[in-house]
Structure formats: C-alpha cells, structure tokens
C-alpha cells in the first residue's frame, strides 16, 4: 500500500488481529455463522497482506493478478449466498472492492511503478458506502438507553462487530490512501 508508513504497518496490525481472530473463530462455528467468519478471516488476511508498506515489501506484479482471482472468487460465493441473508452483501462489496484494488494497483505498478488513483467515480462511491458502513457499525456498538449498567461482555457478538468494525474502517483508509 502506498502512503506512510506507519499509517500501512498500522492497517498490517489491524487487519492481520481480526483476520486472526475469524480464523480463531472457525473452529467454533458452524453452517451460515462459520461462512460469514470465514469471509471475515479472508478478508483480514488479505487486506493485512495489501498494507504492507512498499518501502518494506514490493509485490511482485502477478501478486495483484493472484489477489484479483482469489476475491473474484470469494465475490461469486457471496453472491451465490446472498439470498441467505444482507451480511452477504456487504461481503460481496468488500470482495469487489478487494478485487478493484487489486486491479487498481497492478494497473499503477505496470505502468509507473506507483499506485494508480483508480476510477475516481468508484473510489468514491466505495468511500462513500464505507463510511456509511463505519458509521452505523460504531453506532450499534454504542449502548442505547439512559444509564449504562455493568454487564457481561458477549465475546462472539459484541468482539465479531468490533472486528467488522475494524475491517471496515481499514477498508476505508485503503481507498483512501488509493
């Protein structure tokens, strides 16, 4: 990823924990639950892959061409699952954006040895849906009601939306910093 490089070592920690954390997941999950994980876990993964600062590590080009076909083909699972319900949605937009950027960044390296902008158009409506995403996902995060009274932290559920928290907000950075 191009940028600062702390900002990029950064989106590494963060998105390698949550990637780490759905693969923590997978072993207790089953069905529609464990799908959803490991599409969290995929995306972790990878997107802790792309951050990686290029004054560190430099993919070799066909590495976005890998990347492109690997959430190319996590885009038509989701898509396949999204009659099962709207999380599918939203990972089918986080694949294709994974897959945009992926494009986006061998079409920059090709040509000039830096990032490409992208398609400004794209790029925008991408920002414009994560930030939506971020902004509603912090706010069922926030407790509602008067009072906020001790209680019992729900790990699967409460540290799962952390997480998607997360990614989201990654995401955003990375288009972003496109």
Do not use: N
């Amino acid at each position: 990823m191009h940028g600062p490089a702390v900002s990029g070592w950064l989106l590494v920690a963060l998105c390698a924990g949550t990637g780490a954390y759905g693969l923590v997941q997978l072993r207790t999950r089953s069905g529609p639950s464990r799908e959803a994980v490991g599409g969290e876990a995929l995306m972790g993964c990878g997107m802790a892959a792309m951050a990686v600062p290029t004054a560190a590590f430099a993919p070799p080009d066909w590495a976005w061409t890998v990347y492109a076909v690997v959430y190319g083909g996590a885009a038509i699972a989701a898509l396949r699952a999204l009659h099962r319900g709207v999380d599918h949605l939203h990972h089918l937009i986080g694949f294709l954006a994974m897959v945009y950027m992926a494009v986006a960044m061998a079409s920059g390296t090709a040509h000039s040895g830096h990032a490409a902008g992208g398609l400004p158009l794209l790029t925008g409506a991408l920002v414009l849906y994560y930030t939506g995403y971020v902004l509603g996902a912090a706010g069922r995060l926030v407790p509602t009601g008067g009072a906020v009274r001790p209680r019992p932290l729900e790990v699967p559920t409460e540290m799962l939306a952390a997480c998607r928290l997360a990614m989201g907000t990654a995401m955003l950075a990375m288009l972003l910093m496109l």
